[in-house]
T-cell receptor
Framework: DAGVIQSPRHEVTEMGQEVTLRCKPI?????LFWYRQTMMRGLELLIY??????IDDSGMPEDRFSAKMPNASFSTLKIQPSEPRDSAVYFC???WGQGMSNQPQHFGDGTRLSIL | GNSVTQMEGPVTLSEEAFLTINCTYT??????LFWYVQYPGEGLQLLLK?????DKGSNKGFEATYRKETTSFHLEKGSVQVSDSAVYFC????????????FGKGTKLTVNP
């Protein structure tokens, strides 16, 4: 079975541009998570969805960040306008959850974002 | 709030050495505990998990035991290989926040031949 698929793998863009990261979760999974990883702050949860509904977006840094999940097989994370401090690796993960905390999350390979 | 503390890295070992990476947690209720591994250029992969006190998770020669009395979940392997070089993350979930994972900062392991 295919794992979590993220695109693009690498993105380099200039400050002020809009950036869109994409994620396709594992088929059948109903929870989806967006994380950001940096050397300074480690791995941070930005937002997570259950059954396409945002459950917790307390980790979203500011209004420049937005995430959507229009259907069970696709999610986007947008940054507009982008800033150099947004440079990081962004991971998407999915799991099968119905409030069950013991289900593992499956991660994509990440998008390495560089804002110049 | 919930938190995970794991030993600072980096850790450098010779092949066939014994590995311990310490992990302690703070949580209300009864969390599930996980170890994830991240190889260079890849996402995190589940290594092992334990869902209740005294459970032992194991995989690929790695083990960790859920110790409620010491709030710990230390990762061990008896004989490491070069291919075990990676970053290891301890994490918890379920302590009042269902599926949300709280991660430690990660420990980078390098195994030399």
């Amino acid at each position: 079975d295919a794992g979590v698929i993220q695109s693009p793998r690498h993105e380099v863009t200039e400050m002020g541009q809009e950036v869109t990261l994409r994620c396709k979760p594992i088929s059948g999974h109903n929870s989806l998570f967006w994380y950001r990883q940096t050397m300074m702050r480690g791995l941070e949860l930005l937002i997570y969805f259950n059954n396409n509904v945002p459950i917790d977006d307390s980790g979203m840094p500011e209004d420049r960040f937005s995430a959507k999940m229009p259907n069970a097989s696709f999610s986007t994370l947008k940054i507009q306008p982008s800033e150099p401090r947004d440079s990081a690796v962004y991971f998407c993960a999915s799991s099968w959850g119905q409030g069950m905390s013991n289900q593992p999350q499956h991660f994509g390979d990440g998008t390495r974002l560089s804002i110049l | 709030g919930n938190s995970v503390t794991q030993m600072e890295g980096p850790v450098t070992l010779s092949e066939e050495a014994f590995l311990t990476i310490n992990c302690t947690y703070t949580a209300t209720g009864y969390p599930s505990l996980f170890w994830y591994v991240q190889y260079p250029g890849e996402g995190l992969q589940l290594l092992l998990k334990a869902t209740k006190a005294d459970d032992k998770g194991s995989n690929k020669g790695f083990e960790a035991t859920y110790r409620k009395e010491t709030t710990s979940f230390h990762l061990e392997k008896g004989s490491v290989q070069v291919s075990d070089s990676a970053v290891y993350f301890c994490a918890l979930s379920g302590a009042g926040s269902t599926e949300k994972l709280v991660f430690g900062k990660g420990t980078k392991l390098t195994v030399n031949p």
